[in-house]
């Protein structure tokens, strides 16, 4: 199951040179772009890591490649995505974020239903992968 | 209705299908142009902003003939490479990586920038800006702070030029657990792989560089452009004072002029003297002088002539002429 999260994630994967107008695009509208990675594939997890610092003088999109790279080198295996944040007054977050990089299989989600009193049903979605450790979620346990 | 290729359903993705090729259309002529086709050279030339670059130039550096010539050189490759593309020749981008040597006041700093913009012009650098770091802004203080503070410099230069001054200082040759033998190795990494993304130049003393040189023969072998900036004359110098008088609107007469030739002739010949560097500090200081003399006249009052005007009072009243040479100060 592919997982869809953040900008552009119903189309097919972004290539390289699609990936680096994006970023470009950001640098353009002056926001600062930043590199997460996570091997928890939960929809409401927030708690990205972060890849270094945020970029905020960087001027051409090459400067950030060359750190989605060095991310993608060191995480194989994880999603990575790319944050842009708008530090304007009055907007103050998140313009941009999309997935630079998917595991190769995705297991997907189970989907839990608790019952309660009063025929009512509570939900919960738990990745396949996160039942394995932090790190051995996704194949090639190395990384 | 027509079920979406691929199954489940898709967003329309815009730019792909008949777009697209409207958008390659715009980049690059996509049918090369015939073996007998003729281009012409000037309308090139008129695409790409070189003149303008090449002009100004001429008309903000005074002198620096090797240089001139060596960046006309580089200018006109690139303006080949441009053609060949068009009859669908094979055009490797060239290595672009230079070093400029000379003394201090040369002009390196300045040609730098100007090469940004000229590689820009000519679509070889996106973005055209300087980026000028020093030894302290490569090499960390400490084990594993090198690498990340050079890479974070190298991203913010990316798409322009990385202008490291006093490059020498990098590597301490008689220190071998010096940090900065790191850094170059970065530095080498970067200049080979990126080589599309960013221009690296390398600036410093001559002789200096020619040691750190020696001392890093890859660093070398990487560098395609050695240009040595000549010291400039007499003549050339006090052209530049012109130049820099009219840049902030003052105006020199004749008989300046000849006190100021005198006064170069003189300064040349004093320890630490830093060409066109010098030259503006002198213009800094009878600037000074000038201001003096007009405030401390009984009975002032100015005209806007006497305001632009440097008189050679200002420039004679200098440790230079006053002071034997030999105790001279440097900056008098």
């Not at chain 2, 550096?61 to 580089?74: A, F, N, Q």
């Not at chain 2, 040349?268 to 000074?288: D, G, H, K």
Request: hydrophobic share 35%; glycine share 8%.
């Amino acid at each position: 199951m592919r997982i869809t999260q953040g900008a552009f994630s119903y189309l097919p994967d972004l290539t390289d040179d699609e990936i680096k107008a994006q970023i470009q695009y950001c640098i353009d509208n002056e926001w600062s772009v930043a590199i997460e990675f996570t091997d928890d594939p939960h929809p409401r997890n927030v708690y990205w890591e972060m890849w270094g610092l945020p970029m905020f003088d960087v001027a051409d999109a090459s400067g950030v490649m060359l750190e989605v790279d060095g991310c993608r080198e060191a995480y194989p295996v994880h999603y990575v995505r790319v944050s842009a944040f708008d530090a304007r007054l009055t907007r103050q977050t998140t313009a941009l974020s999309f997935l630079v990089q998917r595991p190769p299989e995705e297991p997907g989600f189970q989907l839990d239903r608790q019952e309660g009193p009063d025929r009512t049903i509570r939900y919960t979605l738990r990745g396949y992968a996160s039942e394995r450790p932090e790190g051995q979620r996704y194949g090639r346990g190395d990384s | 209705m027509t079920a979406p290729a691929g199954g489940g359903f898709t967003m329309p993705r815009p730019g792909a299908g008949g777009s697209e090729q409207a958008v390659s259309a715009e980049d690059d002529p996509p049918v090369p142009l015939a073996d007998d086709a003729v281009l012409d050279v000037d309308e090139v030339r008129r695409e790409s902003d070189v003149d303008a670059v090449l002009e100004r130039l001429d008309a903000e550096l005074v002198g620096l003939v090797p240089v001139k010539t060596r960046i006309r050189e580089i200018a006109a490759l690139l303006l080949v490479d441009r053609m060949r593309t068009r009859f669908g020749l094979s055009s490797s981008r060239p290595a672009l990586h230079m070093s400029f040597t000379g003394s201090p006041g040369t002009g390196k700093t300045t040609v730098a920038l100007r090469m940004a913009e000229l590689l820009r012009g000519l679509g070889y650098l996106r973005r055209g800006h300087l980026v000028s770091v020093t030894r302290d802004d490569l090499v960390g203080q400490y084990i594993g702070h090198t690498a990340p503070k050079t890479k974070e410099v190298l991203k913010r230069a990316m798409g322009g030029v990385l202008f490291i001054d006093e490059a020498y200082y990098l590597y301490k040759e008689d220190n071998e657990r010096d940090y900065g033998a790191e850094s170059v190795e970065i530095l080498l990494q970067i200049m080979e792989n990126q080589r599309d993304d960013l221009v690296v130049i390398l600036a410093g003393y001559k002789d200096r560089m020619d040691d750190f040189f020696r001392s890093n023969p890859g660093m070398s072998s990487r560098i395609a452009h050695h240009i040595d900036f000549p010291d400039y004359t007499v003549e050339e110098l006090a052209a530049i004072a012109g130049l820099i008088a009219a840049e902030h609107e003052y105006v020199l007469p004749e008989d300046t002029v000849r006190v100021l030739r005198d006064y170069l002739d003189k300064r040349m010949r004093q320890p630490r003297f830093a060409n066109a560097r010098s030259v503006r500090n002198a213009i800094e200081r009878a600037r000074l002088r000038q201001a003096n003399r007009l405030v401390s006249e009984p009975g002032a009052s100015v005209t806007k002539q006497q305001l632009q005007t440097l008189e050679p009072a200002d420039f004679l009243a200098s440790r230079v002429f006053t002071d034997p040479p030999e105790e001279a100060d440097a900056e008098g």
